[in-house]
Protein backbone atom coordinates (compact mmCIF):
# COMPACT_ATOMS: atom_id res chain seq x y z
CA UNK A 1 0.00 0.00 0.00
CA UNK A 2 1.45 3.47 -0.91
CA UNK A 3 1.36 5.82 2.32
CA UNK A 4 3.30 8.78 0.91
CA UNK A 5 4.34 10.00 -2.51
CA UNK A 6 7.54 12.58 -2.06
CA UNK A 7 9.24 13.06 -5.21
CA UNK A 8 7.70 12.92 -9.10
CA UNK A 9 10.24 13.18 -12.20
CA UNK A 10 10.39 12.41 -15.46
CA UNK A 11 11.60 8.93 -14.79
CA UNK A 12 8.88 7.52 -12.39
CA UNK A 13 7.47 8.35 -8.43
CA UNK A 14 9.41 7.82 -4.74
CA UNK A 15 7.52 6.77 -2.52
CA UNK A 16 7.04 5.37 1.03
CA UNK A 17 4.79 1.59 0.71
CA UNK A 18 4.22 -0.92 3.20
CA UNK A 19 4.10 -4.58 2.05
CA UNK A 20 1.90 -6.92 2.67
CA UNK A 21 0.16 -5.10 5.92
CA UNK A 22 3.47 -4.14 7.42
CA UNK A 23 3.16 -1.57 10.20
CA UNK A 24 6.35 -0.04 8.93
CA UNK A 25 6.72 1.86 5.81
CA UNK A 26 9.55 1.72 3.30
CA UNK A 27 11.25 3.42 0.54
CA UNK A 28 10.54 3.06 -2.78
CA UNK A 29 11.07 3.72 -6.75
CA UNK A 30 8.56 3.44 -9.01
CA UNK A 31 10.12 3.44 -12.74
CA UNK A 32 8.09 5.31 -15.10
CA UNK A 33 5.23 4.83 -12.97
CA UNK A 34 3.42 8.43 -12.21
CA UNK A 35 -0.08 9.14 -10.42
CA UNK A 36 0.61 7.18 -7.16
CA UNK A 37 -2.34 8.01 -4.80
CA UNK A 38 -1.92 7.18 -0.97
CA UNK A 39 -3.98 4.70 0.29
CA UNK A 40 -4.25 2.37 -3.12
CA UNK A 41 -2.91 -1.16 -3.46
CA UNK A 42 -0.51 -1.97 -6.27
CA UNK A 43 0.68 -5.52 -7.41
CA UNK A 44 4.07 -5.11 -8.49
CA UNK A 45 6.94 -6.75 -9.91
CA UNK A 46 10.05 -5.57 -7.77
CA UNK A 47 13.44 -6.08 -6.53
CA UNK A 48 15.41 -4.65 -3.93
CA UNK A 49 18.66 -2.52 -4.27
CA UNK A 50 20.89 0.39 -3.60
CA UNK A 51 19.38 3.81 -3.08
CA UNK A 52 21.89 6.26 -4.48
CA UNK A 53 20.07 9.19 -2.81
CA UNK A 54 19.08 7.58 0.32
CA UNK A 55 22.17 5.85 0.84
CA UNK A 56 20.00 2.73 1.69
CA UNK A 57 20.63 -0.88 1.24
CA UNK A 58 16.80 -1.88 1.10
CA UNK A 59 15.41 1.00 -1.20
CA UNK A 60 12.08 -1.57 -3.37
CA UNK A 61 12.45 -1.17 -6.90
CA UNK A 62 8.98 -1.33 -9.14
CA UNK A 63 9.78 -2.57 -12.49
CA UNK A 64 13.08 -1.04 -14.18
CA UNK A 65 14.20 1.30 -16.07
CA UNK A 66 15.17 -1.21 -19.42
CA UNK A 67 11.49 -3.22 -18.75
CA UNK A 68 9.01 -0.65 -17.60
CA UNK A 69 7.03 0.19 -15.11
CA UNK A 70 6.35 -2.79 -13.13
CA UNK A 71 2.85 -2.49 -12.22
CA UNK A 72 -0.16 -5.25 -12.83
CA UNK A 73 -3.09 -4.14 -10.97
CA UNK A 74 -4.03 -0.83 -9.04
CA UNK A 75 -6.99 -1.31 -6.45
CA UNK A 76 -7.56 2.32 -5.35
CA UNK A 77 -7.85 4.01 -2.54
CA UNK A 78 -11.51 4.21 -2.04
CA UNK A 79 -12.00 0.66 -2.59
CA UNK A 80 -9.46 -0.25 0.05
CA UNK A 81 -11.44 2.19 2.13
CA UNK A 82 -14.65 0.28 1.48
CA UNK A 83 -13.15 -2.87 1.95
CA UNK A 84 -11.12 -2.29 5.15
CA UNK A 85 -14.89 -0.97 6.37
CA UNK A 86 -16.88 -4.24 5.36
CA UNK A 87 -14.19 -6.07 7.19
CA UNK A 88 -14.55 -4.10 10.35
CA UNK A 89 -18.34 -4.63 10.42
CA UNK A 90 -17.74 -9.18 10.94
CA UNK A 91 -14.16 -8.10 13.16
CA UNK A 92 -15.10 -9.56 16.89
CA UNK A 93 -12.99 -9.65 19.66
CA UNK A 94 -13.20 -12.34 22.36
CA UNK A 95 -12.49 -11.75 25.84
Same mark, same amino acid.
Given at each position: ??????????????????????????????????????????? +??????????????????????????? +?????????????????????????
Amino acid at each position: MVDQVYQVSANGTKAFVRLDGTPWARDSWFWHWHGLIPGSVYA +VYSSQGWGPHTQRHDVLYIGSDDSGHG +VMEVIDARTCAAAHRHLGRFTTTSR
